[in-house]
């Protein structure tokens, strides 16, 4: 005869305990007995490969999962339906692994797709512009950006009127406001020579043994104006040839010529 009198659980076994009788009721020992095999309410654990957050560049990059483990072999089933590299935003991909007795482990990854690339802004026309010195005025070609936004242009600093290099600035800010920049050069120079007018004729005639006397020029700049005449025979029938030049700050050489005969 036996009567159950214990009963305790420790790790995953269940022990009995009770008094055992003879048959004149007389307690004769006691007697243990367990049973192995209680359920299992441990879900698996779902560990991620690689980082719990990745990064997409919008509009560029695909999302490929890196997978995930469970600590029990179990099958790790992975959502990443909703993860969309063409729209900037914050998604969540979603693992689960289920074991044998229908425990259902989870772990999450965060996928944010971003935009960290400026915008790339392409000049119209040449990089480096020339303008004539005092002659010119300086219109801006402008500018593209190859994701539609507006290229702002400064070209504040640009003189025609005073010799010397320019920079004229380009910018675009995207919806992410990753900045874009250009620069375009341009230099104001002076290639025109200076231009030299003769006083009196072009071709002069003179009496032999007389005294030659220039009759000079002027200049259409600051330049002074060198006359060279020092061929003119006087005492000696023949033509001459009287030169003028003149040499402005950019070192642009005008000339002319006087005949004299």
Known sequence: KFSQSLALSKNGRVFVGGSRYDSSTNQNGYIQVYRAG?????????????????FLEHNIDTYTDLGATADGGEIVVVDSANVDANTLGTYTVYYSATDSSNNIGSATRTVITRDTNAPIITLTGNNTVFLEHNIDTYTDLGATVDTGETVVVDSANVDSNTLGTYTVYYTATDISNNEGSNTRTVITRDTIAPFITLSGDANLTINQDSTYTDLGATVDSAAAVVIDSANVNTNVLGAYTVYYTATDSSNNIGSNTRNVV
Do not use: E, K, M, S
């Open 38 to 54: 209680c359920a299992d309410t441990t879900p698996p654990v779902v560990t991620l490969t690689g980082n719990n957050t990745v």
